[in-house]
């Protein structure tokens, strides 16, 4: 058994069920738990090592909800920075075509490091393109050797053009050959049990890359395993258009009739949605990954968020993929949900706190997980701060330090630790070789880009 004390923060916000916010006092982590939160006297003792948190804020480590790490790979490309989603997507096809094992590990170290200095202790990918020789497994390393908490996704496409889908051919999947691929990954790496660092999850691309078929197979599977289900849905008005033509009926409406609700189901985007279809998903506890960049970035709409919260639909927050973003930063992500809820006229419509809230407790909850996203004893020790003399804070934090994380510029972090685990300490992360690592994935980058 090892111990650690986080001693004398100025502040601790557990996002507990009370909502407390702490001052001055330290948090014992025994093994990869939390075991208490109290005064630096009742805990010293008990501790084999300790870290001054003094002039501190801690929190949980923000969990990522939906995202596509290969795609740090193709950020910026030119002729897709100016696109909306069908477009965006066709040209990058051709590019992602040309992935391979080496990259599919180069990009994920490099993304996850992004995403853990930044302040993500928990994150979701779906990797949904397999050519060459790329599986899940190389991502699935990456995350282990970087110490990240890991929700691995299964994507899958396997409408290509010829069948009406909008992929080409060449990158789409058999369904036999996805089906026994999804059971060999979750029978392998999928862990059930609290504190899980691995999950795997079922999630087939979107409706207009994978056939009703796949969808309903997919959700059995899902099922049998007891493992979530994951998909792309409502994310743009082209979207919504190809469901009404190709299957009759609505985005929400056609995952209905596939059994994709139910608490164990959570859909990336959910940008249009209709009033009656927010109370659809409330009734089933069908979860949704609000990605505030990738809507902007690809003018595809601002999704509902208010309307969500108020309607009690669980939503959680996500960068998305780098390539529609261009970037993985959880607490900018936040600053910018909070941001999109107000321009239409709602100065109220998303606040800080709420903001955090649906970055921790509502990551946790669409991901099937109460064990990560507040600190309380007996939560798993997932635990990132800041240092509250940062510049950005100055005369922010000292009326607010909740409000100042997110209202100030997002800032990386200075301590992360992920399972009990310093990952990060004084800003700088401890498990991987970042100059090296970023030298290398540009020149993966330029090869694969410059190849396609
Ligand atoms: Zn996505």
Same mark, same amino acid.
């Given at each position: ?24 006092? $330290? ?23 300790e870290i001054d948190a003094s002039g501190m804020l801690l929190m949980p480590g923000l969990v990522n909800t939906h995202h596509h790490l290969y795609q740090t790979l193709t950020r910026a490309v030119p002729e897709a920075q100016d696109v909306e989603l069908f477009t965006w997507l066709k040209t990058l096809y051709l590019i992602w075509a040309n992935l391979d094992a ?15 200095? $930044? ?156 009033? $009656? ?44 993929? $780098? ?52 600190l309380a004893p007996g939560k798993a020790a997932d635990i990132i701060g800041y240092r509250l003399d940062k510049l950005s804070y100055a005369g922010g934090a000292v009326h607010d330090g909740v409000a100042a994380t997110v209202f100030c510029t997002p800032q990386d972090v200075d301590l992360s630790i992920i399972n009990g685990a310093v990952i990060v300490e004084d ?26």
């Amino acid at each position: 058994m090892t111990t650690l004390l986080l001693k004398d923060a100025d502040l601790i916000i557990t996002m507990d069920n009370c909502h407390r916010r702490i001052e001055g006092d $330290s948090l014992l982590i025994r093994d990869n738990l939390v075991q208490a939160i109290g005064p630096a006297r009742d805990l010293a003792g008990q501790a084999d090592r300790e870290i001054d948190a003094s002039g501190m804020l801690l929190m949980p480590g923000l969990v990522n909800t939906h995202h596509h790490l290969y795609q740090t790979l193709t950020r910026a490309v030119p002729e897709a920075q100016d696109v909306e989603l069908f477009t965006w997507l066709k040209t990058l096809y051709l590019i992602w075509a040309n992935l391979d094992a080496d990259a599919v590990y180069t990009r994920a170290k490099t993304d996850l490091a992004e995403l853990i200095l $930044s302040d993500c202790t928990t994150a979701a990918d779906r990797l949904y393109i397999y050519p060459n020789d790329v599986t899940i497994d190389d991502e699935i390393r990456a995350a282990r050797e970087i110490g990240i908490r890991f929700t691995a996704t299964r994507g899958s496409m396997s409408r290509g053009e010829s069948q009406g889908g909008l992929p080409p051919d060449s990158v789409v999947e058999s369904e036999a050959a996805i089906l026994k691929d999804t059971r060999r990954v979750i029978e392998a790496y999928h862990d059930p049990s609290p504190g899980a660092m691995l999950q795997i999850a079922v999630a087939p691309c979107s409706p207009f890359s994978v056939t009703e078929d796949l969808m309903r197979e997919s959700a059995r599977l899902a099922r049998a395993y007891g493992v979530q289900l994951h998909t792309h849905l409502a994310e743009t008005k082209d979207e919504e258009a190809y469901c009404l033509e190709t299957v009759g009926r609505r985005p929400v409406a056609y995952a209905e009739s596939l059994d994709w609700v139910g608490d164990d189901v959570w859909f990336a985007h959910g940008v249009h949605i209709s009033p $009656s279809e927010i109370d659809r998903l409330a009734r089933t506890r069908t979860g949704i990954a609000h990605c505030p960049s990738s809507n902007m970035r690809l003018a595809s709409g601002i999704a509902p968020v208010r309307a969500y919260l108020d309607g009690a639909v669980p939503v959680g927050l996500a960068v998305d993929g $780098s390539a529609s973003n261009d970037s993985s930063h959880m607490l900018g992500e936040a600053r910018l949900a909070m941001l999109l809820q107000r321009v239409s006229g709602n100065p109220a419509g998303l606040s800080a706190e709420e903001a955090l809230w649906i970055a921790t407790r509502g990551g946790a909850e669409v991901l099937g997980r109460d064990d990560i996203g507040q600190l309380a004893p007996g939560k798993a020790a997932d635990i990132i701060g800041y240092r509250l003399d940062k510049l950005s804070y100055a005369g922010g934090a000292v009326h607010d330090g909740v409000a100042a994380t997110v209202f100030c510029t997002p800032q990386d972090v200075d301590l992360s630790i992920i399972n009990g685990a310093v990952i990060v300490e004084d800003g700088h992360l401890l498990t991987i070789d970042l100059p090296s690592t970023i030298e290398h994935h540009n020149a993966v980058a330029t090869r694969l880009v410059g190849t396609h």
